[in-house]
């Protein structure tokens, strides 16, 4: 069965960088995009970038742009997600989730999801 | 810029119709996607592609698209549905940017 498994929780302070990997297992890695959204608390579901581990294709949020980094190790099934210049309001729940399409893509399976708090 | 609107909350009573809304310009054109998230859960996909069901979701989850307006109908509504719902699609402009909406809190009475 599809399984995608995320780090633990993470603590930083502002100006910091923090990355979140994500372990998939139980399917063809390179047959589906990975993407990852957060979610502030308290707040709704915020996309943050999408990657295709088959090509290397990478798609960020506008706003996010400059600051996060997607990337895939094929050899492992895991994909990573580095977020720089931590500020307060990046604290939030990241979710990686296998997405399915190309360009356009939706959310079949996710991870639990990493807590990713940013304070002084 | 292109947005999803959702009305912020939905009650119903336990066995009657709840039906969830998303506004969006752009959904003629692009497919519309629904998740479920209880409190502390990550997202399940309820429906995909305006209208389909994921295996494993029960048949009381139902979509459907008219124009700018796409629609999540829980039909016989059980205690056990109550939770945010978020609509999800695309930027149709060429930056390819998903798009969340606001998400709709179902409350069963």
């Known amino acids: 069965q599809v399984q995608v498994v995320q780090t633990g929780a993470e603590v930083k302070k502002p100006g910091a960088s923090v990355k979140v990997s994500c372990k998939t297992s139980g399917y063809t890695f390179t047959h589906y995009g990975i993407s990852w959204v957060r979610q502030a608390p308290g707040q709704g579901l915020e996309w943050v970038g999408w990657t295709n581990p088959s090509n290397g294709k990478i798609n960020y949020a506008q706003k996010l742009q400059g600051r996060v980094t997607v990337t895939t190790d094929t050899s492992t099934s895991t994909a990573y997600m580095e977020l720089r210049n931590l500020r307060s309001d990046d604290t939030a729940v990241y979710y990686c989730a296998r997405s399915y399409g190309d360009p356009f893509y939706y959310f079949d399976y996710w991870g639990q999801g990493t807590l990713v708090t940013v304070s002084s | 810029s292109y947005e999803l609107t959702q009305s912020p909350s939905v009650s119903v009573s336990p066995g009657q119709t709840a039906r969830i809304t998303c506004f969006g310009d752009?959904?003629?054109?692009?497919?519309a996607y629904w998740y479920q998230q209880k409190p502390g859960q990550a997202p399940v996909l309820v429906i995909y592609k305006d209208s389909e069901r994921p295996s494993g979701i029960p048949e009381r989850f139902s979509g459907s698209s008219s124009g700018t307006t796409v629609t999540l109908t829980i039909s016989g509504v059980q205690a056990e549905d109550e939770a945010d719902y978020y609509c999800q699609s695309a930027d149709n402009s060429g930056t390819y940017e998903v798009l969340f909406g606001g998400g709709t809190k179902l409350t069963v009475l």
């Open positions: 752009e959904l003629p054109k692009q497919y």
